[in-house]
């Protein structure tokens, strides 16, 4: 099983709407989720963090988070075309010296 | 002024060559990382450094040798390329037992 699995998309949503991404977990122990967005040719950079059952908003975006499903998700409302990228859950491992596994990332597509 | 900085962008070479890539962080943090991101745009940690230690060592070819001369220098090295190092190197540095990463613009390798 692989440690964090994410639909490599594309998924394509129309400007304005909702784009849902998910992301489900292998390891029960692990502490802290993120999700980072990466445009073609560029680094990841880090959108959002959430370390507690519920949801964090932040602007535009929420994070969701179930520790007994294991699964992590990524709302953005009123999406738009510069949204289009891939979008990486990460997942911080449960022993040892903490670092982060990658998901292999959902590409979303954002159409005017 | 860029926070993680890696050289050189592009490298490309010969199969059986010697390459290095160099890292530099002017955020202050204490750890720094490379991760390999293939052509599937799989994202996965190779070593991590906590203030010059070696602290997170994966199922790496021991034909790659990081150094870390100070906390704020991450090198790679790698000998004899083969093929299957083609990819985007990507350094990062974080803050010692946090798990927010910064990364840098990224190397890309192409050995041929």
């Known amino acids: 099983q692989k440690e964090v699995e994410q639909n490599s998309g594309p998924l394509s949503v129309p400007e304005g709407a909702i784009a849902s991404l998910n992301c489900t977990y292998s390891?029960?122990?692990?502490?802290?989720f993120f999700w980072y967005r990466q445009y073609s040719g560029k680094s990841p950079e880090l959108i959002m963090s959430?370390?507690?059952?519920g949801d964090k908003e932040d602007g535009r975006f929420t994070a969701q988070l179930n520790k007994a499903s294991q699964y992590v998700s990524l709302l953005i409302r009123d999406s738009q075309p510069s949204d289009s990228a891939t979008y990486l859950c990460?997942?911080?491992?449960?022993?040892?010296?903490?670092?982060?596994?990658f998901g292999k990332g959902t590409m979303l597509l954002v159409s005017p | 002024d860029t926070a993680v900085s890696q050289t050189p962008k592009y490298l490309v070479t010969q199969m059986g060559n010697d390459k290095s890539i160099k890292c530099e962080q002017n955020l202050g943090h204490d750890t720094m990382y490379w991760y390999k991101q293939d052509s599937k745009k799989f994202l996965k940690i190779m070593f991590s450094y906590n203030n010059k230690e070696l602290i997170i060592n994966e199922t790496v070819p021991n034909r790659f040798s990081p150094k870390s001369p100070d906390k704020a220098h991450l090198n790679l090295h790698i000998n004899s390329l083969e093929l299957g190092d083609s990819a985007v190197y990507f350094c990062?540095?974080?803050?010692?037992?946090?798990?927010?990463?910064?990364f840098g613009a990224g190397s890309r390798l192409t050995v041929l």
């Open positions: 959430i370390y507690s059952n």
């Open positions: 990062a540095s974080s803050q010692a037992g946090a798990n927010v990463l910064t």
């Open positions: 390891d029960r122990g692990s502490q802290s």
């Open positions: 990460a997942v911080t491992r449960p022993t040892g010296y903490s670092t982060l596994t």
